[in-house]
């Protein structure tokens, strides 16, 4: 009876081309169903297939597949290579005061919000919002910006990280205040880091960063450099 129900559901159902990468169950002549197997390859006689990482190529002769059901297809050369397109990150390290501000406070809590978007293989869109607060005593100066940029991952990489660079342009709110005096502006603001990512699990990343954020100011020259770290969180 099954080879009569097999001849029947070959022919309402015949075997087409496969493609490598993808997976498939293959339901055969001789009753010994493979389900949600990935096909490694094949050749003239046979299908070859994976059934997990740990297990090694099974073969499936070609001429007992009555027919297959395509499970999942095999992932696109643009998602190989560029993997998740969306990430979201948080960093907080320490940012460092020079000229004039050094004068008033040295260091500073550094905190970043970010999200990239993937374009392609070298190149991405970042936003980020950044947080600084320079104190001294009852006085204290705080840098809220916003800016969007690009990301760019260079062709060399280090084993196990990926190196990275990127540019933004934005907007920071400055605020001044003491026990006697308060006031608020927006002036411009340029945000050059570079990074690396190391991947703790498939989509959560440990990053860190070293940048430097220009806040244009007609009085004082305000350049801060600050090291970061924090993790991405892949969707």
Same mark, same amino acid.
């Given at each position: 009876?099954?080879?009569?129900?097999?001849?029947?559901?070959?022919?309402?159902?015949?075997?087409? %081309?496969?493609? /490598? &990468?993808? !997976?498939?169950? =293959?339901?055969?002549?001789? #009753?010994?169903?493979?389900?949600?197997?990935? +096909? @490694?390859?094949?050749?003239?006689?046979?299908?070859?297939?994976?059934?997990?990482?740990?297990?090694?190529?099974?073969?499936?002769?070609?001429?007992?597949?009555?027919?297959?059901?395509?499970?999942?297809?095999?992932?696109?050369?643009? %998602?190989?290579? /560029? &993997?998740? !397109?969306?990430? =979201?990150?948080?960093?907080? #390290?320490?940012?460092?005061?020079?000229?004039? +501000? @050094?004068?008033?406070?040295?260091?500073?809590?550094?905190?970043?919000?970010?999200?990239?978007?993937?374009?392609?293989?070298?190149?991405?869109?970042?936003?980020?919002?950044?947080?600084?607060?320079?104190?001294?005593?009852?006085?204290?100066?705080?840098?809220?910006?916003?800016?969007?940029?690009?990301?760019?991952?260079?062709?060399?990489?280090?084993?196990?990280?990926?190196?990275?660079?990127?540019?933004?342009?934005?907007?920071?709110?400055?605020?001044?205040?003491?026990?006697?005096?308060?006031?608020?502006?927006?002036?411009?603001?340029?945000?050059?880091?570079?990074?690396?990512?190391?991947?703790?699990?498939?989509?959560?990343?440990?990053?860190?960063?070293?940048?430097?954020?220009?806040?244009?100011?007609?009085?004082?020259?305000?350049?801060?450099?600050?090291?970061?770290?924090?993790?991405?969180?892949?969707?």
């Amino acid at each position: 009876m099954r080879y009569l129900i097999g001849a029947i559901l070959l022919f309402v159902s015949p075997v087409f %081309a496969l493609e /490598t &990468g993808g !997976r498939y169950d =293959f339901f055969c002549d001789h #009753g010994q169903d493979i389900f949600n197997a990935e +096909l @490694a390859g094949e050749d003239a006689k046979y299908y070859y297939v994976k059934l997990s990482v740990s297990v090694s190529k099974l073969a499936i002769e070609k001429k007992t597949v009555l027919r297959t059901i395509l499970k999942a297809p095999p992932p696109t050369a643009a %998602a190989s290579k /560029t &993997g998740r !397109r969306i990430a =979201f990150g948080v960093l907080g #390290g320490l940012g460092l005061a020079s000229g004039r +501000l @050094a004068d008033f406070a040295a260091l500073s809590p550094a905190a970043t919000v970010f999200a990239t978007y993937r374009q392609n293989e070298r190149w991405s869109i970042v936003g980020r919002a950044d947080f600084l607060r320079f104190a001294s005593g009852n006085a204290a100066l705080r840098f809220l910006s916003f800016s969007a940029g690009l990301r760019f991952d260079p062709a060399w990489q280090f084993p196990g990280f990926r190196i990275f660079s990127a540019l933004s342009l934005g907007s920071a709110l400055v605020s001044a205040s003491s026990e006697d005096f308060s006031e608020q502006n927006f002036a411009p603001v340029v945000i050059f880091c570079v990074g690396a990512e190391r991947n703790l699990t498939e989509k959560l990343s440990a990053v860190a960063t070293v940048d430097a954020s220009y806040i244009y100011d007609k009085q004082t020259f305000v350049l801060v450099p600050a090291l970061r770290l924090g993790v991405s969180y892949r969707l």
